[in-house]
């Protein structure tokens, strides 16, 4: 997976770095800071596949950020948090594409800092202004648990917070470490699925959507509380069929108990689009009927955005999922 | 005399004026000795020397001279005093940077970092065209690297260091349709640094070790043209035929696209050219692309049907995306004030809004 190591000095001594290392058999390098190198160069984002190198660093500011309007459900206060810079996976549409000069991957090993800043804002919670953290923003919440195995502390922070709730974004199936971990009332883990027909497409090197679902079923039989995310919905001639059996297929295996469904449809500024475009230059995503709308951004015509929003809800609400728990994502 | 001058003067118009040129860049007459010796090419012009038989398809060579700047100005001279050419291959010796590389081992680059001095780097990268699995990177350094201490930093971003690609690199930017390739041999290992005298000393077997690269991979004859488009068409008709097509390939395959698409253009009348072909070509192609968004276009329509009179009429955001109606009407008469009371009496404006996912 990974070409080199490269650790910074400040980290060395870090349980967490001493037990990744001896995970991963790879040679280990030195560096005053990961600031040196990483992003200092345009690294082709397709350097990923073969000349994929980690980084295991401090953070040292900008623990956590505010996120976006309709970032999340609606109703308390949201933020997000980064320990990762990222992502194994390979998703034609993802914006990580544009969103660092290098496909590396960066990993913050100081959690207690990330758990300090966050707990602060926690103690602000109440039952009538719940504080959502998210995580997952710039990486996969679970694609690299086995080797990091840093959740557990979290976990038990946000245990000591009944109004806390932490998200944890996902494509992984990866569960080895979560089985052993506490599950609690706050934890939510959101599965990004769509129909195989398209994931097949767009969704390189990620686990089979039939694998997250089973993931999703074993969590959820452990105790953990599961959620999806529709998101991004891809245009397809056959769109509501397609969700129809997606949400049979979600209702199978997980039921219609999750916190929430979120529905997203694709969009890009201009600059990662011409990413996707040098980077997959086959992609279904070139066929699509986009438009480029006033804020630049590429997205399909509101019309036809309604009409997809419309019928991967209606799928699911069909399936008995309540119309409470669902929410457009990122949506005006 | 004069039967050699135009032997040379017809060699360098078909330089100009030929179909394909390939092009041979190395820093140093040093590098590419062995190439020197291998083909007939014609008296320097500028550093440039080209085949003076135009029965021959030898490549032409340029020296680029050492160093970031010297390559951005001989470079950009060369593109601009001959557009004809197709296909620039790099090639020369470079300063081993990742431990497992060899003195005499060759590489293709596939992509190129600017080294500034000390730990400055510049962002912009270049990713040149390679064949091979594996994509080697080359630090291009604005200073000579000796020191332990700067190559180690370097071999953080790459497998090897020289003084031009990423020059040539940063002009080729310009010219996205050129082939851009290059192929390195190592000087001297990571760890075992040569001195300036023993490379040169060494240039002749690094010369001969890239020809031999050369003629096994690339001398298989030059790149074609590009087809070009089978329509005289605008620009911003091309980009919607590439996308329909890019649909309907997917969904029918290379066959049926070909035996439907020449279907439809033969059912259209023999008198239409071939400019007025292609707007119905685009409207029958977008219709099969793309079924559900032409239904919701007549659909909009339809709502819109009430508004259209002698007396007035109406556009609207034929994309779909916003809801506004530019709605044109004359009043010259109380009769015509009235038709038009009627007329958006029969308009139902929340359908509209529901249209448009409003109501």
């Known amino acids: 997976m990974f070409e080199k190591i490269l650790i910074e000095n400040q980290v060395k001594n870090y349980e967490i770095v001493k037990n990744i290392q001896q995970r991963l058999s790879v040679e280990s390098e030195w560096i005053d800071s990961y600031q040196d190198y990483f992003s200092k160069v345009r690294k082709p984002y397709l350097h990923k596949r073969k000349r994929l190198n980690l980084f295991l660093a401090k953070r040292e500011k900008g623990f956590i950020k505010t996120a976006p309007d309709a970032y999340g459900k609606e109703g308390g206060e949201h933020y997000y948090f980064s320990h990762s810079f990222n992502c194994i996976f390979e998703c034609e549409y993802c914006y990580l594409q544009d969103s660092f000069r290098s496909p590396d991957i960066v990993l913050f090993v100081n959690h207690h800092d990330y758990l300090d800043a966050i707990e602060e804002k926690l103690v602000c919670g109440s039952s009538d202004n719940a504080i959502w953290m998210h995580a997952g923003e710039y990486s996969d919440s679970l694609a690299l648990s086995g080797l990091t195995r840093e959740w557990q502390q979290y976990f038990d922070l946000f245990s000591k917070y009944p109004h806390s709730r932490l998200e944890l974004r996902t494509k992984s199936a990866s569960l080895q470490y979560l089985k052993k971990c506490k599950p609690n009332k706050q934890t939510v883990l959101s599965f990004s699925i769509s129909p195989h027909e398209i994931a097949s497409s767009v969704d390189r090197k990620t686990p089979p959507v039939a694998s997250r679902l089973k993931a999703m079923r074993t969590l959820k039989n452990l105790g953990f509380s599961v959620a999806i995310h529709l998101d991004p919905v891809v245009y397809h001639d056959r769109l509501a069929e397609l969700y129809r059996e997606l949400a049979s297929q979600v209702y199978e295996q997980v039921g219609v108990g999750v916190e929430y469904v979120s529905v997203g449809v694709v969009r890009f500024p201009s600059h990662l689009y011409r990413e996707v475009a040098r980077n997959y230059p086959d992609s279904i995503i070139h066929t699509q009927p986009f438009l480029k709308s006033k804020d630049g951004m590429r997205r399909y015509p509101k019309v036809l955005r309604n009409r997809m929003l419309k019928s991967v809800r209606d799928a699911f609400l069909n399936q008995g999922f309540p119309e409470s728990i669902m929410y457009d994502c990122m949506e005006d | ?359």
């Open chain 2, 1 to 359: 005399m004069v039967e050699r001058l135009k032997i040379f003067i017809h060699a360098v118009a078909e330089f100009i004026g030929g179909s394909v040129v390939r092009v041979l860049v190395f820093a140093y007459r040093g590098e590419a000795q062995a190439f020197m010796s291998g083909y007939k090419l014609s008296k320097e012009l500028n550093d440039l020397y080209i085949k003076d038989s135009h029965h021959s398809d030898d490549p032409a060579i340029f020296f680029s001279k050492e160093g970031v700047e010297s390559t951005l100005y001989k470079m950009t001279l060369l593109m601009q005093k001959f557009p004809n050419i197709n296909e620039i291959i790099n090639l020369g010796i470079v300063g081993g940077l990742n431990k497992s590389l060899k003195p005499l081992d060759i590489i293709e680059v596939q992509t190129s970092y600017c080294h500034i001095e000390g730990q400055s780097t510049r962002h912009q990268s270049f990713v040149l065209s390679s064949n091979k699995d594996y994509p080697y990177t080359c630090m291009t350094s604005h200073l000579r690297v000796f020191e332990t201490e700067q190559k180690e930093y370097l071999s953080k971003f790459a497998d090897v260091v020289d003084r031009e690609l990423w020059a040539i690199g940063y002009v080729m930017a310009k010219y996205p349709k050129v082939s851009l390739k290059s192929v390195k041999c190592i000087a001297d290992a990571s760890e075992d640094p040569l001195e300036c005298k023993e490379i040169i000393v060494n240039a002749k077997r690094y010369s001969e070790a890239l020809k031999e690269y050369y003629l096994k991979n690339f001398d298989k004859g030059s790149p074609s043209k590009n087809q070009g488009e089978m329509f005289v068409i605008t620009q911003s008709q091309s980009v919607l035929y590439r996308k329909y097509k890019a649909k309907l390939l997917i969904d029918w395959g290379e066959n049926q696209m070909s035996v439907r698409e020449q279907g439809f253009l033969n059912s259209l009348p023999s008198k239409m050219h071939s400019k007025q072909r292609i707007k119905p070509l685009l409207e029958w192609m977008e219709k099969k692309a793309y079924p559900e968004l032409v239904e919701l276009k007549e659909k909009a329509k339809a709502i819109l049907k009430p508004l259209k009179s002698d007396q007035s009429s109406f556009s609207f955001d034929e994309r779909l995306d916003h809801q506004t109606i530019d709605f044109k009407c004359q009043i010259r008469s109380k009769d015509d004030f009235n038709q038009l009371k009627e007329t958006f009496n029969h308009f139902d404006y929340d359908k509209w809004l529901q249209f448009f996912g409003k109501a």
